[in-house]
């Protein structure tokens, strides 16, 4: 029996997919600081509300430093593949 992740293309196991899932998964994280964020900024001011904009302010800072760190290093990697013109021939 195949794992329930097993609807992913062949292409997407490869290191460059799981980054670009993981880049995605992390600007999802993002978002959802951002909105927990906002909401919490504009509660009425208390300890739990203090808690939860801190909470939400470190995992927005986390999640934006690790997917830039993936996206700087998926750009890496597409530089050093080289790339192929429809001839066949190394562009650069």
Do not use: Q
């Not at 195949?2 to 992913?8: A, H």
């Not at 959802?32 to 009425?44: E, M, Q, T, Y």
């Not at 470190?58 to 192929?84: C, E, K, Q, W, Y």
Request: glycine share 8%; net charge positive.
């Amino acid at each position: 029996m195949r794992p329930f992740w097993s609807w992913k293309k062949p292409a997407a196991r490869t290191a460059v997919g799981r980054a670009r899932l993981s880049f995605w998964l992390l600007i999802v994280v993002a978002v959802l600081a951002i909105g927990s964020l906002s909401s919490a900024l504009g509660a009425p001011a208390g300890p739990v509300t203090g808690l939860r904009v801190a909470v939400s302010g470190v995992v927005l800072i986390a999640a934006l430093t690790l997917s830039s760190r993936v996206l700087i290093a998926l750009d890496r990697a597409r530089r050093r593949i080289p790339a192929v013109t429809p001839t066949g021939t190394n562009r650069g």
